[in-house]
């Protein structure tokens, strides 16, 4: 966004906040936003518990480049005693690490002679608030130099209310979604999966749920669903984005049925969820050609205001777009319209 104005930068990330996106896509915005505001080397959204300090979701601009990462950092120990844990000092509204730690402290950290070393991560800067229970949201960045400018501190300390409500709109989002799911066609499922792709239900209960949809093609089915599931959490365990995933989609008698891999926001874990697409007409059939290109650019990832540049015209217009989008193809929101077909 060279040669916008950083009030204009501002602007525009707060008018993505707070479309109508669920929590994955939130995160999306966040990661992929942020980055116009502040400079760093990666950038995060995380959830934790205070009191246990332990990381419940870690999401991450990049993801990094070893498996398991919660595992290791629960495992380990490392997060013990980590100063993030630490209150802000009076008057302070975001954290950094170097205000709390002298560098010659942190270099010998089991953080970070065990976790953060490879990724040489020497400071980062953040800002949490309460979500609900002892669950908090953490959002920041981490850099490979220490020290932040009274400007970083400003703009995330500014953004934060912004994004506690930003994730309250979309809790309110994805309630409405699996209300609506559930009175479009009642089979939509959800199977709790720990970071090691153990179904915390058992997998009897996975099968005999699924076998009976897919007939003479469950065993076949339910083994793809397996090595999709392997491939998708390595993915997530790194900090890898929900929405850089694609789901599997597998034919039955009366559809198709899409699985998408899923992190438990609020709680500590990942889930399988399970939905049958009835049968349908192809969307070329339903919507126009503008219609049909602005449902192509959503699904490359980009924004309504970007999508506007694109096609040279306003971001009201994508919205209208966008709108009509979801009343032809019988879906509430753009992830599920990017998914169709």
């Known amino acids: 966004m060279a040669g916008v104005s950083y009030a204009r930068k501002v602007s525009l990330f707060l008018e993505q906040l707070y479309q109508w996106q669920d929590i994955p896509s939130l995160v999306q915005t966040i990661l992929h936003g942020l980055p116009d505001l502040i400079s760093g080397d990666n950038f995060m959204v995380a959830e934790h518990n205070p009191v246990d300090q332990r990381h419940s979701q870690l999401c991450l601009r990049h993801p990094v480049n070893r498996e398991n990462l919660l595992k290791e950092v629960h495992e380990s120990g490392a997060m013990k005693g980590h100063p993030l844990w630490e209150p802000p000092a009076p008057g302070q509204h975001t954290k950094a690490l170097s205000d709390m730690m002298s560098a010659s402290a942190w270099a010998s950290h089991p953080m970070y002679c065990e976790i953060l070393r490879e990724e040489r991560v020497l400071d980062h800067l953040t800002v949490e608030f ?66 090691t792709g153990k ?84 969307e070329s059939g339903l919507l126009t050609p503008r219609e049909r290109d602005v449902l192509a650019w959503v699904r490359q990832g980009k924004t309504n205001e970007e999508i506007s540049v694109i096609l040279g015209c306003s971001h009201h217009t994508v919205n209208d777009h966008l709108k009509s989008i979801f009343r032809k193809l019988n879906v509430t929101n753009r992830t599920a319209a990017a998914h169709f077909g």
């Open 199 to 282: 179904l915390l239900g058992g997998e009897d209960a996975f099968c005999a749920h699924w076998a009976p949809t897919f007939g003479a093609q469950a065993e076949a089915h339910l083994a793809a669903i397996v090595s999709w599931a392997q491939t998708g959490l390595d993915h997530l365990n790194r900090g890898g984005q929900e929405l850089d995933m694609i789901p599997i989609r597998l034919p039955c008698a009366r559809g198709v049925v899409e699985f998408r891999l899923v992190r438990r926001w609020g709680i500590e874990g990942y889930g399988i969820s399970g939905s049958l697409v009835p049968s349908r007409p192809s």
């Open 130 to 195: 309460r979500q609900f229970g002892q669950q908090w949201a953490m959002i920041g960045l981490s850099r490979t130099r220490r020290g932040f400018h009274e400007k970083d501190r400003h703009t995330l300390a500014m953004l934060a209310p912004h994004f506690r409500q930003a994730f309250a709109n979309a809790r309110r989002v994805m309630a409405c979604e699996r209300k609506e799911a559930s009175a479009d066609h009642g089979s939509g499922t959800f199977f709790p999966v720990d970071y």
